[in-house]
């Protein structure tokens, strides 16, 4: 009987291992043995191979990082305030960079196109910033001038340890695109070249206002002889001086365009006519007879565009029918003594 229980054990045991030896045969070839009863030697054994489900955890699957399109306008700042306005161009051909936070790694590089327009691509999420290598001559707008609009301003640095580069930009994970980081140029321009300044002659008539209506009506002469000058409109510098002809034209230079006035010096026992009477400004007089400028035009202003000026009339009353002329130029400020007038100087005693 005892010889018969150890037999029971040797084969139980045998079991053990027949059963470990069909999992790996299983887990090797791909098949396991179906569930059901296994016959051993010997009476009494039966082996019972059970399923075998095998458990793996699963994995989640990471996102390859996409390139992040960064971009996209660099344009010339006509007016020069910082904002994207109406009309004015991109500039093609200026090189723009991608660099990372620190300004250490250059991670691309290009060229804006003919509307001025560029793509870098940053390789994956991050921190980064662009920069834009200006045109000989050229220099920056402003940063951040378009009211808190992004889409509108520009983003460069124009000055500091930063300048040409802007701020740092952080890329999001699921970012893929950013179009408004854009940069403000004022970009050299050859000067245009300067007219020469074209002296500018100015008059042109002085005549007897017969019915002292201060308008040139038919009939009425011109004055000859009479001194015309030509003055800075503060009275203090004289620019030219001439006389009239015997039909009563004159005609003084302005150097340069700006701002001046015409002074008549009036013959003696003549008067000046009603100043600028009847709206025409060809037929009027168009000196002060009165007041602080008196024997002055008011200041006038001759544009740079302007190489003549002919309406610059003057009106005299009670011309007497020979003139004579004071005999000394009066200054603007101050009636001049006489020639003829005796100056007495104080009398030294001791």
Do not use: C
């Amino acid at each position: 009987m005892t010889d018969w229980v150890q037999i029971r054990q040797q084969v139980r045991r045998l079991g053990v291992i027949l059963g470990a030896a069909l999992l790996s045969v299983s887990l090797i070839f791909g098949a396991l043995p179906q569930p059901g009863p296994v016959q051993a030697a010997g009476p009494e054994l039966q082996l019972t191979v059970l399923p075998l489900t095998l458990v793996f955890p699963t994995l989640t699957p990471t996102r390859t990082p996409t390139p992040i399109n960064v971009g996209n306008f660099i344009w010339d700042d006509l007016d020069g305030d910082g904002r994207q306005d109406a009309g004015e161009p991109g500039l093609a051909g200026v090189q723009v960079q991608l660099w990372n936070a620190a300004k250490s790694t250059l991670y691309g590089a290009t060229t804006t196109n003919a509307s001025g327009i560029y793509t870098l691509v940053a390789p994956v999420p991050g921190d980064y910033r662009v920069r834009v290598i200006l045109p000989a001559g050229a220099f920056f707008t402003g940063k951040d001038l378009a009211g808190g609009d992004d889409l509108l301003d520009s983003d460069i640095n124009s000055g500091g340890l930063d300048a040409g580069f802007t701020d740092v930009y952080t890329f999001a994970s699921n970012l893929i695109s950013i179009t408004s980081i854009d940069g403000g140029i004022i970009p050299f321009k050859t000067p245009t070249p300067t007219r020469t300044p074209t002296p500018i002659n100015l008059g042109n008539f002085v005549w007897h206002d017969t019915n002292a209506n201060g308008i040139q009506d038919a009939g009425e002469p011109g004055v000859a002889g009479v001194i015309v000058q030509l003055w800075s409109p503060t009275k203090t510098q004289l620019y030219a001086s001439a006389t009239t002809n015997a039909s009563g034209i004159y005609t003084v230079v302005a150097p340069i365009p700006g701002d001046y006035r015409i002074r008549v010096i009036v013959p003696i026992g003549a008067s000046i006519a009603p100043k600028q009477q009847g709206g025409d400004a060809t037929k009027d007089s168009d000196i002060n007879p009165s007041g602080s400028n008196a024997g002055f035009t008011d200041s006038f202003n001759i544009a740079s565009n302007v190489i003549s000026i002919t309406s610059l009339d003057i009106g005299l009353l009670s011309v007497p029918a020979t003139l004579v002329n004071p005999t000394m130029t009066p200054t603007p400020f101050g009636t001049p003594a006489p020639m003829n007038q005796r100056v007495y100087l104080p009398a030294l005693t001791r």
